[in-house]
T-cell receptor, first 114, second 114 residues
Framework: DAGVIQSPRHEVTEMGQEVTLRCKPI?????LFWYRQTMMRGLELLIY????????DSGMPEDRFSAKMPNASFSTLKIQPSEPRDSAVYFCASSRIQGAQGYTFGSGTRLTVV | GENVEQHPSTLSVQEGDSAVIKCTYS??????FPWYKQELGKGPQLIID?????GEKKDQRIAVTLNKTAKHFSLHITETQPEDSAVYFCAAPQRDTGRRALTFGSGTRLQVQP
């Protein structure tokens, strides 16, 4: 089992550019979560999916953020346009069980917007 | 949403000593309490969890205790080793997600001095 795979590991972009973060959940896991981690705010839930359907996106900070899960093995988090305050580590996690249990996190994408 | 408070924010112990990290939660209906360990440059990793129908759970040098009446739970690490040095997070189901996603505490940076 390769675990949850995120790409890229690091992303540096200029303010105003579009950024796309990618996640491949563990095969057979039907819940997927996107979190953002910063020193000031800790781990914040952005959005989560169950069986590829977005269930709750109330944590998405602004309309500049969007997430999709076109199939069970792939999800994207897009920021357009990016701003310096979006700089953070973005984590994807998946779970086999519906509900807040058994999370496996990916290694994260460190985003720096300059 | 669920409020999870974690203390202390930093903890330094000598190798071989015990370490205790405490969390309180606000949602009396919460029924699942995991602990995650995050090493530098990695995603959080589940190390132990407890459900509300038990008061204590042990796994080798790690234990978690739960006091439902007081709404707090604690992580206990005995015989600490340098490799236990990391940031530890408690979590609880987030009420405003229908308890389908986790909300995390602010983290405790544990340093084990050799």
């Amino acid at each position: 089992d390769a675990g949850v795979i995120q790409s890229p590991r690091h992303e540096v972009t200029e303010m105003g550019q579009e950024v796309t973060l990618r996640c491949k959940p563990i095969s057979g896991h039907n819940s997927l979560f996107w979190y953002r981690q910063t020193m000031m705010r800790g781990l914040e839930l952005l959005i989560y999916f169950n069986n590829n359907v977005p269930i709750d996106d109330s944590g998405m900070p602004e309309d500049r953020f969007s997430a999709k899960m076109p199939n069970a093995s792939f999800s994207t988090l897009k920021i357009q346009p990016s701003e310096p305050r979006d700089s953070a580590v973005y984590f994807c996690a998946s779970s086999r069980i519906q509900g807040a249990q058994g999370y496996t996190f990916g290694s994260g994408t460190r985003l720096t917007v300059v | 949403g669920e409020n999870v408070e974690q203390h202390p924010s930093t903890l330094s112990v000598q190798e071989g000593d015990s370490a205790v990290i405490k969390c309180t939660y606000s949602d009396s209906a919460s029924n699942y309490f995991p602990w995650y360990k995050q090493e530098l440059g990695k995603g959080p990793q589940l190390i132990i969890d407890i459900r509300s129908n038990v008061g204590e759970k042990k796994d080798q040098r790690i234990a978690v205790t739960l006091n439902k009446t007081a709404k707090h739970f604690s992580l206990h690490i005995t015989e600490t080793q340098p490799e236990d040095s990391a940031v530890y997070f408690c979590a609880a189901p987030q009420r405003d997600t229908g308890r389908r996603a986790l909300t995390f505490g602010s983290g405790t940076r544990l340093q084990v001095q050799p």
